[in-house]
């Protein structure tokens, strides 16, 4: 009984997840107008040969009957044609418009929703289980409608032939449904269990690939390889599961078809007998007869896919559930200010940051000072609008956070990661990240210029079309840097905050960029991270965390002095 309810909450969760993206009446107008048309013409048929039967005689048979049946049949082969294509069409689109939704939430959602999630894992629900919604819509649906409407006007037809032997084929497709149904209701949970499967399988193969130094360092190959079995044993599992069920589907749709056809041919035989019944009426009956196994193939595979689509129903609902950021609020157009309030932070039960108030000056270079785990980075990401719990504690200009668009907030204030992100994709597209506008090539040759990148851009050939590798190869730590500061600077930011820019430098690279970074901070407001106190200087803005908590000024100025 709770597995019945499970199915109905699944089916409803399917439709809430369709109902935003469904196409217009009036393609649902022509989409009906192709399948009464096509099975119209499929129907015809049978009524015409049972015509054609009846009709032979000693002098043979009128050539215009057989050119009419003849071109029937090809009217009917070009409206099934026209109707697979509409119907795909219909069906692509909506998962489409499904996936372009689901990829807006998730590069919209609140990272709190998505801390947790593994990257691969969300992006073979948005690509793997999709396949099961498009599946049903774009190929199973239009056998659904056409089966449904077959099936009735079959049987109306039937039964003004002869309602003998139409109760004879009712009985042996009621019989059919009653073996199909429990069966193709087997998919709901075998279609989930394979699609969590294949996505936990693409989680830990994305992840061995992109650490692939890490694990030759550590000979961990070979470990990994047995590991992928496992999970590769367990997507076989589920998956022959599924084939089980769906190898049972076919054998019992066509025992239905051939007990129905010996009963219809052991019935007819009597009442031909006793004249009561024509050949062509059961030559009619036999052809519908044969004509009815598609439909029905097509009635039982639709609702087999649709419990694998409902199954992935409950996947993908959890995407449309994520948070998403707040998009209203006043824009912001400049930053004169930016403190914080009575923060405090918490994550899994530990306090990052304690009761941190604190106003950072309007210009220069502002330093945040700290070991290891004091609560640095989390607390310059508050000004980036990560989590919409402290909103009310941080403050642009003397307003709370949750006053402003965060995506205005976004283009005011630049993030520099301590080990910066860069993308599968070319240096122009890595660098113009999140702009709109096209920017010339000499204007960005002048900007890498202008961070010390000369030498860098010579050894690419000038070339802002390379792809940059996954592990980004063609930068050593000190060049990624000075690339994703140049392309903070190309947004124009009034703000720009560096996650421990000098982590992964030499002396040299070290003096290099802090000393870029002085020369930056006369023109626009600068926060950096760092645990390197020799980095400091007496005119620099300095706060000091200790395990979450501010360290007084005074306290600073007198080790520093």
Request: aromatic share 6%.
């Amino acid at each position: 009984m709770e597995d019945v309810k499970k199915s109905k909450d699944d089916s409803k969760l399917l439709w809430k997840l369709l109902s935003p993206h469904r196409p217009s009446n009036k393609s649902f107008v022509y989409l009906a107008l192709l399948v009464l048309v096509a099975t119209s013409l499929e129907l015809v048929i049978p009524l015409y040969s049972s015509y054609l039967v009846d009709s032979i005689s000693q002098d043979g048979i009128e050539v215009s009957i057989i050119v009419g049946l003849v071109s029937i049949a090809l009217l009917a082969a070009i409206f099934e044609t026209t109707l697979g294509w509409y119907g795909g069409k219909l069906g692509h689109g909506i998962t489409l418009r499904l996936r372009y939704s689901l990829i807006g939430r998730l590069l919209n959602g609140q990272s709190v929703g998505l801390d947790s999630e593994h990257s691969a894992e969300l992006s073979a629900r948005v690509v793997n289980d999709t396949k099961e919604v498009k599946t049903v819509l774009a190929e199973d649906l239009i056998g659904l409608l056409s089966g449904v409407i077959s099936l009735l006007a079959v049987l109306i037809i039937m039964l003004v032939l002869d309602w003998r032997l139409t109760l004879v084929l009712v009985s042996s497709v009621v019989i059919g449904f009653v073996l199909i149904t429990p069966i193709a209701l087997m998919m709901n949970q075998v279609g989930k269990a394979t699609l969590g499967a294949e996505a936990s399988l693409l989680k830990h193969v994305t992840e061995w690939l992109r650490y692939g130094h890490l694990i030759k360092s550590h000979n961990a190959g070979e470990h990994l390889h047995k590991q992928s079995k496992d999970l590769l044993q367990t997507c076989l599992h589920h998956e022959m599961k599924g084939t089980k069920v769906i190898s049972l589907i076919g054998p019992i749709s066509n025992l239905v078809l051939m007990v129905s056809m010996i009963a219809i041919l052991s019935f007819s035989a009597y009442w031909l007998k006793h004249g009561s019944i024509t050949l062509g009426t059961i030559t009619a009956f036999l052809l519908y007869l044969f004509g009815l196994a598609f439909p029905l193939m097509s009635m039982a595979m639709f609702f087999s896919s649709l419990n694998k689509a409902i199954g992935s129903a409950s996947r993908l609902s959890e995407i449309s559930r994520i948070p998403q950021e707040s998009t209203t609020g006043y824009l912001l157009e400049g930053i004169a200010q930016l403190s914080v309030k009575n923060l405090n932070f918490i994550r899994d039960g530990k306090h990052i940051l304690n009761d941190v108030s604190y106003q950072f000056s309007a210009k220069g270079l502002s330093v945040v000072l700290g070991e290891s785990g004091s609560g640095k980075s989390t607390l310059l990401n508050q000004f980036l609008g990560f989590y919409p719990e402290t909103h009310t504690h941080v403050l642009i200009n003397g307003k709370t956070l949750n006053h402003y668009d965060l995506k205005s907030v976004r283009r005011g204030i630049a993030w520099v990661d301590q080990e910066p992100k860069l993308l599968h994709a070319s240096i122009r597209q890595n660098l113009t990240l999140g702009l709109d506008e096209k920017i010339s090539d000499d204007k960005l040759f002048e900007l890498l210029k202008s961070v010390g990148l000369e030498s860098w851009l010579a050894s690419i050939d000038y070339d802002l079309e390379r792809i940059v590798s996954e592990q980004n190869n063609q930068f050593s730590g000190g060049e990624k840097q000075r690339f994703a500061i140049a392309r903070a600077i190309l947004r124009r930011s009034k703000v720009l905050l560096l996650d421990e820019p000098t982590s992964a430098l030499d002396s040299k690279n070290k003096d290099e960029l802090m000393s870029l970074l002085r020369s930056l901070s006369t023109s626009i407001k600068i926060i950096m991270i760092t645990h390197h106190r020799e980095l400091i200087q007496p005119s620099d803005d300095v706060l000091e965390l200790a395990d979450g908590n501010l360290v007084k000024r005074d306290t600073f100025k007198r080790q520093l002095e």
